[in-house]
């Protein structure tokens, strides 16, 4: 590690925890933590503590002169803002100017957005959207987050808050959204909590016996369906199928709208393979006009878990330093 070098701090906020991490230009994360989020009621004490976390790092890391800023990834994070607005699944409710206030308390420039957009940023300095100038990248995970790349830029709308696929109608009048209140979003369907609702619609309306009877209803999730799929259960692959064929419908109305060369699929549900992904391909071609088929590549992607919040996150701040 050349001592001079200038780092960068990147941050992801979830429902639950925050990690936090610092990183260098290749992408090494040098030093990294986590935190509780959901148990601060006041942003005050959660800054807070985020100090205290961050500050042992960077003096591990050579001090606050060596950090170039600080990248935030958040639910509702608004790029153009640096608020956090009206968060359905964060403790603090209504507006948040994050960045004024984090940038008063470690007197560095910060940049805040989305966490599936920091993905995308992510995504494309580091991982497998490295030198394309448009894809999709689409988190998998308790919801379904995306973040829309064309002509090498991040789509963030009049207002910061573009690309929010997860919340396009696929199913009309469909499964409402808890959250959202709105009905048959591909939120509802394809995230983890969506494989869970199928897995509970399909064994209420079939008689069919399954491996998934026998799990007890308020631990079914979807590694439950994944462990019943992979050993040939009916009911489990056909929570997949009709997963896939959701997605897949939404991904073919995606690459109509941007004529993306990848869709880069990210998160939990991703692990199930060719399981969520032979269907959600074969649905997509299905549902594309032939100029569109066979064009578009379906990838996973190729950053670690543990450490792609904070790069995406992190490559926020080399970002807007180029």
Request: charged share 20%; proline share 3%; glycine share 12%.
């Amino acid at each position: 590690m050349n001592a001079n070098e200038p780092l960068a701090i990147g941050i992801d906020i979830g429902g639950t925890g925050t990690k936090f991490g610092i990183v260098d230009r290749d992408g090494n994360v040098l030093f990294s933590g986590e935190m509780s989020t959901k148990k601060h009621k006041e942003i005050g004490s959660f800054i807070d503590e985020l100090y205290e976390h961050l500050h042992v790092l960077i003096d591990k890391a050579g001090g606050i002169g060596r950090m170039r800023g600080i990248g935030m990834g958040a639910p509702n994070g608004n790029y153009y803002s640096g608020t956090i607005e009206y968060a359905p699944n964060l403790p603090w409710k209504g507006i948040i100017p994050l960045a004024k206030l984090v940038t008063d308390k470690f007197q560095l420039p910060v940049k805040l957005t989305n966490d599936a957009n920091a993905a995308a940023i992510g995504e494309m300095m580091y991982g497998a959207a490295k030198g394309m100038k448009d894809f999709i990248m689409i988190t998998l995970g308790t919801g379904v987050g995306s973040g829309i790349v064309a002509n090498g830029q991040l789509i963030y709308g009049h207002d910061g808050f573009a690309g929010e696929l997860g919340h396009t109608i696929v199913i009309p009048d469909g499964r409402m959204h808890e959250g959202t209140g709105k009905k048959g979003s591909l939120e509802s369907y394809a995230s983890a909590t969506g494989v869970r609702l199928t897995a509970l619609e399909v064994l209420e309306n079939s008689q069919e016996d399954s491996l998934l009877r026998s799990a007890d209803k308020s631990t079914l999730d979807s590694k439950v369906v994944y462990d019943a799929a992979i050993k040939g259960d009916k009911l489990a692959l056909e929570i997949f199928e009709f997963t896939g064929k959701i997605l897949g419908l939404a991904l073919a109305n995606a690459v109509m709208f941007s004529s993306p060369e990848a869709i880069i699929l990210f998160g939990g549900l991703t692990k199930s393979g060719d399981l969520i992904l032979k269907p959600t391909r074969m649905h997509m071609e299905e549902n594309l006009i032939q100029v569109f088929q066979n064009k578009v590549k379906i990838l996973v992607s190729h950053l670690k878990e543990s450490d792609a919040a904070i790069l995406g996150a992190s490559a926020l701040v080399w970002e807007s330093n180029q």
